[in-house]
């Protein structure tokens, strides 16, 4: 599974890449901080698949980096080989950016 530190994502986001975010997380948190990208609350996720390309790069955060794991895990089995999990999550944002 492809990782992505919260300092080279910033990276990314600055310079314009082609990418798309999605928090997995739930509403109340997304309300609470976000960097951004389309809302998809993991429950949510698997019959959302229409929101999401497969021709470019897909960026998924949550809270700690461990729920956007298990949502890239279940999107491969869909046929999405083009996910990036941001490491450690919002949290590891935070501390870093």
């Not at 994502?9 to 310079?15: E, G, V």
């Not at 109340?28 to 389309?38: A, D, K, P, Q, T």
Request: proline share 3%; hydrophobic share 45%.
């Amino acid at each position: 599974m492809k990782q992505i530190s919260p300092n080279e994502l910033k990276m990314w986001l600055d310079i314009g890449k082609a990418l798309l975010l999605v928090d997995v997380r739930e509403e109340w948190e997304r309300e609470l901080y976000n960097i951004g990208g389309i809302h998809i609350p993991m429950g949510e996720l698997m019959s959302s698949l229409e929101q999401l390309p497969k021709d470019k790069e897909v960026v998924l955060y949550c809270e700690k980096g461990i729920r956007s794991v298990i949502a890239i895990q279940r999107l491969e089995t869909a046929g999405f080989h083009n996910l990036i999990n941001l490491a450690g999550g919002m949290k590891a944002w935070k501390e870093a950016v």
